[in-house]
T-cell receptor, first 113, second 115 residues
């Protein structure tokens, strides 16, 4: 059974810092991996999707990488801003025929002005 | 990408009653799902909503408690039946887009409090 772990559970950084959020998974047979952002009491916003054949994806100040062999993904946020404060969730689907997303528990990020 | 709306956005209900949550997608999608997020927890899949047929439920979730309908490609409902305080959660609708990459999109969620 696929398990997804996100460490740390919470992270506090001063504004302007670059930071990395980590996601690890136990089964390397994945179809794709998505990073989401969730603001308190709200739904999920899709940030980046990496297909299993890809190594990384970039959108603005965000860069996500994928290393299937080591069972790891990272989300890099450059020049953090207070508006980046949210919970970041990593989720993946295992296999082309499986559409169920398996989620990590998330990393709660606080960017201090 | 797909834009998903949910109604209601939040509700406070009495024990023993039922609530139906509506989910509308603005474009055709291949699959629709319902998730539950209990306080302080991550998301758990309740079921896959199948168009014109019975939903596919995950272990621990049953149709009598969470009946789901999907009458067409872009609309689904989830009912939380005979509610108890343990059902207090955020309920989220999601959809898988039509691209082969399989990106999934989420609605804003329905925050349910059961007294």
């Amino acid at each position: 059974k696929q398990e997804v772990t996100q460490i740390p559970a919470a992270l506090s950084v001063p504004e302007g810092e670059n930071l990395v959020l980590n996601c690890s998974f136990t089964d390397s047979a994945i179809y794709n991996l998505q990073w989401f952002r969730q603001d308190p009491g709200k739904g999920l916003t899709s940030l980046l999707l990496i297909q299993s054949s890809q190594r990384e994806q970039t959108s603005g100040r965000l860069n996500a990488s994928l290393d299937k062999s080591s069972g790891r993904s990272t989300l890099y946020i450059a020049a953090s801003q207070p508006g980046d404060s949210a919970t970041y969730l990593c989720a993946l689907t295992s296999g082309a025929g499986s559409y169920q997303l398996t989620f990590g528990k998330g990393t709660k990020l606080s960017v201090i002005p | 990408s797909a834009v998903i709306s949910q109604k209601p956005s939040r509700d406070i209900c009495q024990r023993g009653t039922s609530l139906t949550i509506q989910c509308q997608v603005d474009s055709q999608v291949t699959m629709m799902f319902w998730y539950r997020q209990q306080p302080g927890q991550s998301l758990t899949l309740i079921a896959t909503a199948n168009q014109g047929s019975e939903a596919t439920y995950e272990s621990g979730f049953v149709i009598d408690k969470f009946p789901i309908s999907r009458p067409n490609l872009t609309f689904s409902t989830l009912t939380v039946s005979n509610m108890s305080p343990e059902d207090s959660s955020i309920y989220l609708c999601s959809a898988r887009g039509t691209s082969p990459a399989g990106e999934q999109f989420f609605g804003p969620g329905t925050r349910l409090t059961v007294l």
